[in-house]
């Protein structure tokens, strides 16, 4: 089961990882709310992001012409504006299909003065069946693509699940992706903190792209992970009744659905061969 960036970022803000500030809305009146409320706290720019179960929604488009699902402003009136232009529209990926996605919500945040942006995630290695975590100094690409022509770039960690991720683990990887003084240790506090939310909500994936290091208004340097994707293991659902209350059937496939009331997983394929799979 997948969830929200504004769902995943909450769950990663109660295991430690810093998120940039803000909140969710299903209105544009609420947009400008939040927006205000942020810039009082000393925001300088705000980011309104369109809460799909799709990448790439910076460079999508919506069925009414709008362009980018992600965008930046400096106003609560901006921010009211782009918020009316996103929801209640469909938006188009190229994850979504040609279909598209109907957009409900909106995140409303700082954004935060970026200064690098690196790749973070946690995931099951079924070929070795343990935890890995992968990180990679190329933040904000698909890893996919990375890993394809820059294999040397990807930082592999593979975790004994009797222990979990051990400090000195944490703090190998932190200096593997470049942090330099106390970036080390607030690095390997935040990578800690991710490993924490896998195992704990029994994901399958729990991905930061990009993590970044973001320079403060008093010009210090710190961690922040600016986007999130968790996947949930379906299979251990009925043990977090609070993380199964997160599903959104909207952005379902109406066939997976009904499959799911029988106990089925049903994958949506190309094509029109079926395969009825039983080992």
Wanted: proline share 5%; aromatic share 4%; hydrophobic share 40%.
């Amino acid at each position: 089961m997948n969830i929200h960036e504004y769902q995943a970022k909450q769950l990663l803000a109660q295991c430690g990882v810093a998120v940039p500030p803000g909140d969710v809305c299903s209105t544009p009146e609420e947009a400008g709310k939040i927006a205000e409320k942020l810039l009082a706290q000393g925001a300088k720019k705000l980011v309104v992001k369109s809460q799909i179960h799709a990448g790439g929604r910076g460079k999508g488009t919506f069925k009414n012409g709008f362009k980018g699902g992600v965008k930046l402003c400096n106003t609560a009136e901006e921010t009211e504006q782009l918020a009316k232009a996103m929801l209640g529209n469909v938006l188009v990926t190229k994850q979504t299909g040609p279909e598209g996605r109907l957009v409900s919500k909106v995140l409303v945040s700082a954004a935060p003065d970026i200064r690098k942006e690196l790749y973070l995630a946690v995931l099951l290695d079924r070929a070795a069946s343990r935890p890995v975590l992968m990180a990679s100094t190329e933040g904000g690409m698909d890893i996919e693509e990375v890993a394809a022509k820059t294999p040397e770039k990807i930082i592999r960690e593979t975790i004994d699940p009797a222990v979990g991720l051990m400090p000195y683990q944490a703090r190998k990887v932190a200096v593997a992706l470049e942090l330099k003084g106390e970036l080390i240790g607030l690095g390997a506090k935040l990578l800690l903190g991710v490993y924490k939310a896998w195992w704990e909500s029994d994901a399958s994936l729990v991905e930061i792209n990009p993590l970044c290091i973001v320079r403060t208004p008093e010009g210090k340097d710190v961690l922040q992970a600016v986007d999130a994707k968790l996947s949930l293991d379906d299979n251990s659902l009925y043990r977090h009744p609070d993380l199964q209350a997160m599903r959104d059937l909207a952005e379902e496939a109406p066939l997976e659905i009904e499959a799911s009331k029988f106990g089925l997983n049903y994958i949506k394929l190309d094509g029109n061969i079926a395969c009825l799979v039983n080992g």
